[in-house]
């Protein structure tokens, strides 16, 4: 019985920690706004381990116009649809994605 309450305690005091997390992240101003046009996240802000992957950075500014190079990149990687949007991602993570998807096509051409 004392180890139930001990779990029960434990998990409120973690929910209300979640709790507070999410109330403080929507104070500072991570992602606010919640409109068309308006982004959540945008470029890298580093990674949780040494090898984990990078870490888009919470960003509530509005989309923009990428520089040519990266639109095309984008339209190569996803299609016609990103040919006249404005965007909420930065070139380095566009290069990941490709990096991403050349790595998991290798993998998949070799387990097969």
Same mark, same amino acid.
């Given at each position: +019985? &004392? *180890?139930?309450? $001990? *779990?029960?305690?434990?998990?409120?005091?973690?929910? #209300?920690?979640?709790?507070?997390?999410?109330?403080?992240?929507? @104070?500072?101003?991570? =992602? *606010?706004?919640?409109?068309?046009?308006?982004?959540? #996240?945008?470029?890298?802000?580093?990674? @949780?381990? &040494?090898?984990? %992957?990078?870490? %888009?950075? %919470?960003? *509530?500014?509005? $989309? /923009? /116009? %990428?520089? @040519?190079?990266?639109?095309?990149?984008?339209?190569? #990687?996803?299609?016609?649809?990103?040919?006249? =949007? &404005?965007?909420?991602?930065? /070139? @380095?993570?566009? &290069?990941?994605? !490709?990096?991403?998807?050349? !790595?998991?096509?290798?993998? =998949?051409? +070799?387990? $097969?």
């Amino acid at each position: +019985m &004392l *180890n139930r309450c $001990a *779990n029960w305690r434990h998990l409120f005091f973690l929910s #209300i920690s979640l709790f507070r997390l999410c109330v403080h992240a929507t @104070e500072d101003g991570w =992602t *606010n706004i919640h409109e068309e046009g308006r982004c959540a #996240i945008r470029g890298h802000c580093g990674s @949780e381990s &040494l090898f984990g %992957p990078q870490l %888009p950075c %919470p960003d *509530n500014g509005e $989309a /923009e /116009e %990428p520089a @040519e190079d990266v639109r095309k990149k984008l339209v190569d #990687i996803c299609g016609d649809k990103w040919t006249d =949007t &404005l965007v909420c991602c930065k /070139e @380095e993570q566009v &290069l990941d994605d !490709v990096v991403c998807l050349f !790595v998991r096509h290798v993998l =998949t051409e +070799m387990i $097969a």
